[in-house]
């Protein structure tokens, strides 16, 4: 490859994240070239942060799009991996966009979602769970999805992310949800969540103080039986007979294993 052409693409690629409408690079398609690129920024965080887009407009995402191109353009050729950066991103915007402060908490919440959204589908063995009555909890593990999270958020984004339609089915009608998310908001509550995969599907759901502290002891504990002594002796809340067939209704307890795999 000839040095010209290698300074020509090099040119070309700077102009595609330069914020002046066109660069005279003695390409008369360059504008059309910026253009193509911009809006290719827009759908993409459309498709990552699509209730983000629904609370501050076409418009509005647009324009964030743009700046966010700009600022953090994409490091790999697949866009599904680009926006990333953006929860970060606007935090550090200065009070002249006149974004809502939760805004960011939205974003990172949505990601999480958006990164289970290509993740491997959760296969639930439901015959293992015999073994929890037929053998010593601390033989055993209780496996979840792979990527489960326990996030916790300064504001009621996950309120909000649930009101727009990503909770379950029969929920509270939407303009209620919407004006409970909101009065939420406005209180300034804090929110904890679980998120997970069901089959090919994200979930996420609010959970309280001690259904978090359970999920991170089956994480962080050898076994089963450590994870229950260690809930017991922290928050002995949570009701693990009612606990246990929801999260299997809902695929986020999908087996058990030996504590130690053979």
Do not use: K
């Amino acid at each position: 490859m000839s040095e010209t052409l290698l300074e020509q693409q090099a040119a070309l690629l700077a102009a595609l994240w330069s914020p002046a409408t066109a660069v005279p690079l003695g390409e008369a398609g360059l504008p059309a070239y910026q253009r193509n690129a911009r809006a290719v920024a827009e759908r993409a965080l459309a498709a990552a942060y699509p209730v983000l887009r629904q609370c501050v407009g076409e418009a509005t995402l647009a324009a964030l799009a743009r700046d966010h191109w700009l600022d953090c353009p994409p490091l790999r050729g697949d866009l599904a991996w680009w926006g990333a950066e953006l929860p970060d991103w606007l935090r550090r915007l200065g009070p002249e966009h006149e974004l809502p402060a939760w805004l960011p908490e939205l974003a990172r919440a949505e990601w999480v979602l958006h990164q289970l959204a290509t993740a491997a589908d959760a296969l639930p063995e439901p015959g293992t769970l015999a073994r929890l009555v037929q053998e010593d909890p601390d033989q055993l593990r209780l496996e979840l999805p792979a990527g489960t999270q326990v996030l916790a958020f300064e504001a009621a984004v996950i309120s909000v992310l649930l009101a727009h339609g990503p909770g379950d089915e029969g929920a509270e009608p939407a303009a209620q949800a919407l004006q409970a998310a909101g009065q939420r908001l406005q209180a300034g509550e804090a929110e904890l969540a679980v998120f997970w995969r069901q089959g090919w599907r994200p979930r996420v759901r609010l959970i309280d103080a001690a259904e978090a502290a359970w999920l991170q002891a089956l994480h962080t504990q050898p076994s089963l039986g450590a994870a229950m002594q260690w809930l017991e002796a922290h928050h002995p809340g949570l009701d693990l007979g009612a606990w246990l067939p929801e999260a299997v209704t809902q695929g986020l307890l999908l087996a058990v294993r030996d504590a130690i795999p053979r």
